[in-house]
């Protein structure tokens, strides 16, 4: 079943053709990556011009990176609702992770093009590399700037941290991605949780009422 892009298009007939190909574009990349992916498939499973995917589009690349882009936006807008539903600073850097992982489990296919293909695509895409990942960072960012300013941990370098936090789950749905037979990401959660909570000198005890739902 061919996916679709989260979210839904508000544009014309213009924004309706670009959104297609973008949509079609996805499918490709996600089946055969970056490099196996041809623009004239992505044209015809959009079932438009190829005129038209110019008209939007002047490259294969310019057509991965504009999917990258709008992939990286939608899902931390997604990860960034749940994250507004919690209150309490360990709840919400509980959502912030939870919906990480989340995300990537309900969504594999986007995970592999935001998390592996972007990487693998060659250095031409350092660039989108790096927005993607500052793009998660900085969900994470705000939530631990936040609890160091409400006193739930102590005062602490939070963009480095967010970062680092970001490469440890990076690390581990990569893994994951790579390896049909991992075990459930969901399974790892609790003790990713520890270990991130605890390197930014989280009061474990009482952030153990948050819930965590596999």
Not at 75 to 88: P, W
Not at 97 to 114: G, P, Q
Request: net charge positive.
């Amino acid at each position: 079943m061919a996916l679709r892009l989260p979210g839904r298009a508000r544009d014309g007939r213009k924004g309706a053709t670009r959104r297609a190909l973008l949509e079609a574009a996805l499918n490709v990349f996600g089946e055969k990556g970056y490099h196996g992916a041809a623009v004239d498939e992505i044209v015809s499973r959009a079932g438009r011009s190829k005129g038209a995917a110019y008209f939007h589009f002047a490259s294969k690349e310019a057509i991965f990176r504009a999917l990258v882009r709008e992939l990286a936006g939608q899902l931390v807008g997604r990860i960034q609702r749940e994250i507004d539903a919690a209150s309490a600073p360990s709840e919400r850097l509980d959502a912030a992770l939870l919906a990480l992982i989340d995300i990537f489990v309900k969504h594999r296919m986007l995970a592999r093009i935001v998390l592996i293909e972007v990487a693998g695509a060659g250095r031409a895409f350092s660039e989108d590399l790096i927005f993607v990942r500052r793009q998660f960072a900085a969900v994470i960012d705000r939530e631990l700037h936040a609890a160091a300013r409400s006193g739930a941990i102590p005062p602490c370098d939070t963009t480095l941290i967010a970062t680092a936090w970001f490469g440890a789950l990076n690390e581990v749905v990569v893994h994951w991605l790579h390896n049909p037979t991992a075990a459930p990401l969901h399974a790892s959660y609790p003790s990713l949780r520890r270990l991130l909570l605890q390197s930014v000198g989280f009061r474990l005890a009482e952030a153990e009422g948050a819930a965590v739902h596999a």
